[in-house]
């Protein structure tokens, strides 16, 4: 007999006894988070600072109301994300930094330091050993690595690529490296664009396996595929996007992939999870922009769970009236009912329900849930 896991929900309602921060608190004491071993350890508070022109991140306040939260139970939180694997405004940790700061994520209105969590240029990582099918040794930033404690805050969303964004993905692609996006990304290795490249040399001294050269003709970076690993640091370390990808893997096996990375980051760390269900944007927050939601704001919910809490997310957006307004899911759906998988409806190409059924098989958590509704 599978077991289920608890996750509590509340709603979006507030009147002047209460507020949606208030709500949250509730939440999160309800779920039990003061179960954590929390006092004077290190406690990293996964979120997604949201690139430059998207809007449909988590706001601060929330964020805010958490760190309040964690310290006066004792503990040491600090935000943090990885850098990215593709160009934009969170490339680097100064880039990353600075939209953080934009976005309204610093240590003046969150209350605690904010930590990029795989370094400058997203190669300060650990490989954890766990013996995965698709990634054996997923490359986790340090500092999360280092944290005592790992919370998630996430945006629950649909994805592009691995059909829902939800606490696992926060997980899994949100903690790896640059080189760790890579290998969740695409089973390819880079090429190297000869017309962006500038001959710099900064990937031929910066590749651990020795896999690039400067053809001496035409001074462009050239690399062997026979030794070159597929770590990524060539992508992550050119400026002129010189290094690139051509092809991307399938969405079984990103979502397979983000499991396995997931399971890396939880790998002997106390854990909890909080997930928004408002502005269910179509697509991930990394892009510059956010189109119109698919469903009415619905709540927040929150687990020890982090595979029961998607499952729940997702459900309840199925669950959920689709808004009849302007947006990528009536573009194409205009009479999508509830109860439909919209995440399909949207992605069609992608499997999210099989990134749940490998994170329970790999022993991340189970899909079968007790739904707590607090009021």
Not at 11 to 36: P, Y
Request: hydrophobic share 35%; proline share 5%.
């Amino acid at each position: 007999m599978t077991t289920s896991s608890k996750v509590y929900f509340i709603g979006i309602r507030a009147n002047g006894s209460h507020n949606l921060l208030d709500n949250m608190e509730k939440l999160v004491r309800k779920a039990g988070i003061e179960k954590l071993p929390l006092q004077d350890k290190f406690v990293a508070l996964k979120i997604h600072f949201g690139e430059l022109g998207n809007l449909a991140y988590i706001r601060p306040n929330y964020v805010a109301r958490m760190v309040k939260i964690l310290t006066a139970l004792g503990a040491k939180p600090f935000l943090t994300d990885c850098n990215t694997l593709y160009s934009g405004s969170r490339q680097n940790a100064v880039d990353h930094l600075q939209t953080a700061m934009v976005n309204g994520f610093n240590p003046l209105s969150a209350g605690c330091q904010v930590i990029i969590g795989d370094g400058l240029k997203g190669l300060d990582y650990r490989e954890i050993p766990i013996d995965g099918k698709y990634c054996p040794a997923p490359k986790i930033g340090s500092a999360i690595v280092d944290a005592d404690i790992l919370i998630t805050l996430t945006h629950f969303k649909g994805h592009e690529a691995a059909g829902i964004g939800g606490t696992i993905k926060n997980l899994g692609m949100g903690c790896g490296a640059v080189p760790g996006k890579l290998e969740m990304h695409s089973a390819s290795k880079p090429v190297i664009h000869s017309d962006s490249c500038r001959g710099c040399g900064l990937c031929v001294k910066h590749c651990r396996h020795k896999a690039i050269s400067l053809n001496k003709q035409t001074k462009k970076a050239v690399i062997d595929h026979s030794k070159c690993v597929g770590c990524g640091q060539c992508i992550a370390i050119c400026q002129f996007q010189g290094a690139y990808l051509e092809s991307y893997d399938d969405s079984r096996s990103l979502n397979a992939r983000i499991d396995e990375y997931a399971k890396a980051v939880l790998k002997d760390k106390p854990n909890f999870h909080v997930s928004f269900i408002m502005d269910v944007s179509p697509e991930c927050d990394c892009w510059g922009h956010n189109d119109a939601p698919i469903v009415p704001n619905l709540g927040i919910a929150a687990s020890f769970d982090p595979v029961a809490l998607d499952a729940a997310c997702a459900d309840l957006v199925l669950n959920a009236p689709a808004l009849k307004s302007e947006n990528m899911l009536t573009d194409h759906h205009p009479n999508c009912k509830c109860k439909q998988d919209k995440f399909k409806l949207l992605h069609p190409d992608t499997d999210w329900k099989f990134g749940l059924e490998y994170a329970e098989e790999i022993g991340i958590g189970t899909r079968q849930y007790e739904l707590i509704k607090l009021s």
